[in-house]
């Protein structure tokens, strides 16, 4: 079994948290602030088996996007 620590943009979070739990995958949200850019991100806490990673990896690549800061 293995921990995902995955950190998304607070506009992205809800998104990726409700596809994640209906792929079958239960997660945990903490509300945390960048160091960096100082924004507002969550951090989800995934368990997965060991099988599994690639496909929690791919539901937050897929319903999570990059954003750049000018």
């Known amino acids: 079994m293995?921990?995902?620590i995955a950190i998304v943009n607070n506009d992205d979070?809800?998104?990726v948290s409700s596809s994640l739990t209906t792929t079958g995958f239960y997660t945990t949200k903490?509300?945390?602030t960048g160091g960096f850019?100082?924004?507002g991100n969550t951090t989800l806490?995934?368990?997965a088996q060991d099988d599994?990673?690639?496909k929690v990896i791919t539901v937050i690549k897929d319903h999570s996007s990059t954003r750049i800061k000018e």
Do not use: D, F, H, P
């Open 37 to 39: 850019l100082q924004t």
């Open 2 to 4: 293995k921990l995902i």
């Open 52 to 54: 599994e990673v690639e």
């Open 13 to 15: 979070s809800a998104v």
């Open 30 to 32: 903490l509300s945390t």
């Open 45 to 47: 806490l995934i368990g």
